[in-house]
């Protein structure tokens, strides 16, 4: 995935998508066999569980000790279900209840209670309020084309890598960014208008292609086309080199007219982010065709024409484009614009700037050299900014150090998430390979961070404390198949340790009981044996140690 520049090399050649995707088709069989026994690994050992359960059903008396055992088999069923809670979850199911339910019945949220014009219920507002700013998702700068690669990675391996949460939110982004209240003046905007609502992809490619029979000149037409139908990059830029040819006469036609009413200023905006987003997916074409140069200069001449349309994140394209053309002074460039206090930050941020100043001592930098005469300005500046960005975002560096396998990146991100974590090392792994030293002093120094802030959840050290809702919106925004990364890692509540171990014990207690009732009797009386005390033991050992100081004497009893 790393390599990922030569994709579109490898399919204007006419390549199979299973070579382009670095599939061995020898190995396939094997690769798909793996992923199913991983997929069903859960209903195997359940199925192994209950096999095994029948085959000693009979020297284990199960038939005559279920009912004897009937509490003993509901305590574990309930640390069954408590495991599982807590592990999809993350959270006691049991402790649940008892805050949200048992608590309040019992007068324990009394104290709580306020006006409605109090501080504290202004503090709480304001707390709600920045967690939905924290929870904002965000367009992925750098997401993949639909048809030219998240379906060619569904024809290899049969896993859909697209949520329908991430793809309802680019559905609701398609009508904002594509349609406007003067949309019934032209049919074919008409026809498009419906189209970004559909759900299913032949229907709007359907749809697209009756948009371009009432008018050949429909640049949102030919975007939905090279989005979707397009099976290959090449395909796709061709499509968009129709819908830019169309969008530039659109959008001459609308500045001539933007004064006459609302409506013509609404039309403009209208076409003007239409055609930014289209000469914004040539650049990313023409980047993944090979044609780096290229790809700056659009991206550059965007910046300059479009300076408003910051919140698209183009600065981002432009600075993994900068990056593979190792031109690290231009980099530095636009990051002393974008890495501003003022501006949002970003996992590309961030981890552009630690490699930055990774690169000018990572190739002679050793953990063993370091330890012995201490760190140089520059190491300290680098390890620095390393602990910044891994405080931003501290899901990257496990995909940087290949410490977890890479998927395909979601259209949307959460900041500071483990979607965002996948985007970034999808697109810049390679640039860290290429710098010598660089992972290695990422792998020694990323760790320390959790040392400066080992309370995330409360107190940040550089940014704002790390938000608590990032598991829940990237489960939405992630495939299934994927193992999502928490932080900071939750362990289990003593609770659910003392559940577990009194569930368990109680169970093989009473099940040893029944099956060996005369053992277990001779096993408990050997116990209370030790415990309880022996008045004859202390009398008996004073005449024993009595007669032995006679005999030693040569006294006699008589």
């Not at 279920?66 to 959270?91: D, P, Q, R, V």
């Not at 049991?94 to 324990?108: F, N």
């Not at 030219?148 to 991430?166: H, S």
């Not at 792998?443 to 704002?464: A, V």
Request: glycine fraction near 6%.
């Amino acid at each position: 995935m790393a390599d990922r520049g030569c994709l579109a090399e490898a399919e204007a050649a006419g390549e199979s998508p299973a070579l382009v995707l670095g599939v061995n088709p020898i190995l396939g069989w094997r690769e798909r066999l793996r992923a199913g026994l991983a997929g069903t690994g859960a209903s195997l050992w359940f199925v192994a569980g209950l096999g095994l359960l029948y085959a000693l059903r009979i020297p284990l008396r199960l038939c005559e000790n279920l009912a004897a055992g009937t509490s003993s088999l509901i305590s574990g069923l309930i640390f069954i279900f408590e495991w599982w809670y807590f592990h999809k979850h993350g959270t006691s199911f049991i402790e649940q209840v008892s805050v949200s339910h048992l608590r309040p019945l019992m007068g324990g949220t009394e104290h709580s209670i306020s006006e409605p014009g109090s501080p504290s219920r202004n503090r709480e507002s304001e707390t709600s309020r920045q967690n939905l700013s924290e929870c904002k998702v965000w367009r992925n700068p750098l997401n993949l084309f639909r048809g030219a690669e998240y379906r060619r990675y569904t024809w290899v391996t049969g896993k859909e890598p697209l949520t329908y949460y991430d793809m309802n939110l680019s559905a609701q982004d398609h009508q904002t960014f594509f349609t406007c209240d003067t949309d019934f003046l032209r049919p074919s905007d008409t026809v498009m208008q419906k189209a970004w609502r559909e759900r299913n992809p032949p229907a709007r490619i359907k749809a697209a292609y009756q948009a371009l029979e009432l008018n050949n000149d429909c640049a949102t037409a030919y975007v939905l086309l090279a989005e979707e139908e397009a099976t290959t990059i090449v395909d796709a830029e061709r499509l968009f080199k129709q819908a830019l040819k169309a969008g530039e006469t659109i959008y001459r036609r609308s500045q001539q007219c933007q004064h006459q009413s609302p409506q013509h200023e609404a039309q403009l905006r209208r076409d003007t982010n239409v055609l930014v987003y289209i000469k914004r997916r040539l650049a990313m074409c023409a980047r993944k065709l090979g044609r780096i140069r290229e790809a700056v200069k659009i991206m550059r001449d965007l910046m300059k024409e479009f300076p408003p349309l910051t919140m698209l994140n183009i600065h981002e394209n432009l600075l993994e484009s900068l990056l593979e053309l190792q031109a690290y002074a231009d980099v530095q460039a636009v990051l002393a614009k974008y890495d501003d206090i003022s501006l949002p930050k970003s996992a590309a941020i961030c981890y552009t700037a630690a490699l930055l100043k990774t690169r000018t001592v990572s190739d002679k930098f050793s953990p063993e050299t370091a330890s012995k005469r201490g760190l140089s300005t520059a190491e300290i500046n680098a390890v620095e900014a390393i602990h910044r960005a891994v405080e931003f975002n501290p899901h990257v560096p496990k995909y940087l150090l290949e410490m977890k396998s890479l998927i395909l990146p979601p259209e949307h991100i959460l900041k500071r998430g483990d979607s965002e974590a996948i985007a970034y090392a999808f697109s810049h792994l390679q640039h860290w390979k290429r710098i010598e030293g660089a992972l290695n002093l990422l792998q020694c120094t990323w760790e320390g961070t959790f040392r400066m802030i080992p309370y995330p959840l409360e107190k940040g050290h550089l940014f704002h404390p790390y938000p608590s809702c990032t598991e829940t919106a990237d489960r939405e925004l992630l495939p299934p198949f994927h193992h999502v990364s928490v932080y900071p890692k939750r362990e289990l509540p003593l609770f659910i340790h003392f559940t577990a171990g009194f569930c368990s014990s109680t169970a093989m207690i009473a099940i040893l009981t029944h099956q060996f009732p005369e053992i277990m009797g001779i096993f408990v009386k050997a116990v209370l044996g030790l415990w309880r005390p022996q008045p004859w033991a202390s009398s008996g050992f004073e005449e024993n140690t009595q007669d032995l100081k006679s005999e030693d004497l040569g006294l006699s009893s008589d």
